[in-house]
């Protein structure tokens, strides 16, 4: 029996259960002297499971867990990690197709960088098959998928493809607090992890590629992007080292603008029609602005395109807002978090073109409304 040294346990949250992704996921190929134990966790007591996975599961292949209601994917993703013992834990989504060399591929790295607290996989989206999805490429939203091309290390990864060592681990698990549906809790494993271990990042390794399909085939939804948006609400609150406060984003200051309204009414009655103004002229700052963001990174832009890139930013920025006002706390409002896991001297602000031209075209408004 190989020593504990050379186990990694494969967890995969699951409320589908497919079998057409978790087969291929259980079959992948397997590198001499290393023993990988799977931890299927249902989040669906309902759940009808495939017979082959059941025969898996009786046979002890695999060690399938149903959750008795539905817990969430943080509580999901703690409930395999505990279940086993294994020197490395591989987190995967139940959802993707992995190359046939993925576990080659991490365990090759554990041999080439031995001293890594983890490792960020490739995960591969195919090409977009909408304007819908060209747009959630072209706004960022995609980014952490594919971090392990653009850099050789990184402070977190997508739970759909990434390995931790159990030692560095330690007593982090993913928080609880984060909505269950998702959105934030991924982010805060990873750092916490990262920072109980001196903060030294994950390396990244682009060799160890899964594939993840377009949620229902790029149609356009946003729903997504609103949930993101509350979840990440969170994250300055509970990892406050990397929080720093903004201009209000669009929502934001229709908000503040909104909270205003009865005191302009009652104080300035003359000025209401031209405050009423000011939120056409926000909303129109925002399309301008990002539409100039696109253009400047040079994205390719198409009418179809274009028509989805601001109430994409507006779905996941009024989550960011809905999270903190849902739950009364008002000085989340301009809070920001820094995704690189880089803490911030001054705690204040950010520049860049969008916000430049958006301050701007505001600026100009206000002049040419109240002057």
Do not use: C
């Not at 290390?153 to 030692?167: I, K, L």
């Not at 590629?209 to 085939?217: E, I, L, N, T």
Request: net charge neutral; no cysteine.
């Amino acid at each position: 029996m190989p020593d504990i040294k050379q186990r990694i346990d494969i967890v995969i949250p699951s409320y589908r259960l497919e079998k057409e992704y978790i087969l291929p996921l259980i079959r992948l190929p397997k590198p001499e002297g290393w023993v990988f134990n799977y931890y299927i966790v249902v989040d669906n007591p309902q759940v009808i499971v495939d017979e082959e996975i059941a025969r898996l599961a009786a046979a002890g292949d695999i060690a399938l867990l149903i959750n008795p209601t539905n817990l969430g994917a943080s509580t999901s993703r703690n409930r395999g990690l505990e279940a086993g013992s294994g020197q490395w834990i591989l987190f995967l989504d139940d959802d993707i197709k992995a190359d046939e060399m993925l576990l080659h591929q991490y365990v090759d790295a554990i041999a080439r960088y031995p001293d890594e607290i983890g490792y960020i996989g490739l995960v591969k989206l195919p090409p977009p098959p909408t304007a819908f999805a060209r747009a959630l490429v072209i706004n960022g939203s995609m980014m952490i998928f594919g971090i392990a091309e653009e850099t050789d290390t990184f402070a977190w990864g997508a739970t759909a493809n990434v390995m931790v060592r159990r030692e560095a681990v330690g007593s982090s698990r993913f928080s609880t607090d984060y909505p269950k549906s998702g959105g934030g809790e991924d982010v805060d494993f990873f750092l916490n992890v990262r920072d109980n271990n001196h903060s030294r990042n994950y390396k990244t390794l682009q060799e160890a590629v899964v594939y993840h399909p377009w949620w229902d085939g790029g149609q356009a939804s946003f729903k997504r992007p609103f949930r993101y948006g509350v979840g990440n609400s969170y994250l300055s609150q509970f990892i406050p080292k990397y929080a720093y406060y903004d201009f209000p984003n669009t929502p934001e200051a229709l908000f503040l603008l909104l909270l205003a309204l009865p005191f302009i009414a009652f104080l300035a009655p003359s000025y209401l029609g031209s405050w009423l103004l000011l939120f056409i002229g926000i909303g129109f700052a925002e399309v301008i602005a990002t539409l100039f963001q696109a253009a400047k990174r040079k994205a390719p832009l198409s009418a179809a395109v274009a028509y989805y890139l601001v109430p994409l930013k507006l779905a996941y920025e009024t989550g960011l807002l809905w999270g903190n006002i849902a739950r009364f706390r008002f000085k989340g409002i301009g809070a920001r978090f820094e995704y690189k896991g880089q803490v911030r001297g001054n705690g204040f602000f950010r520049f860049n073109t969008y916000k430049i031209v958006k301050w701007v075209l505001y600026l100009i408004f206000f002049v040419l409304l109240f002057a």
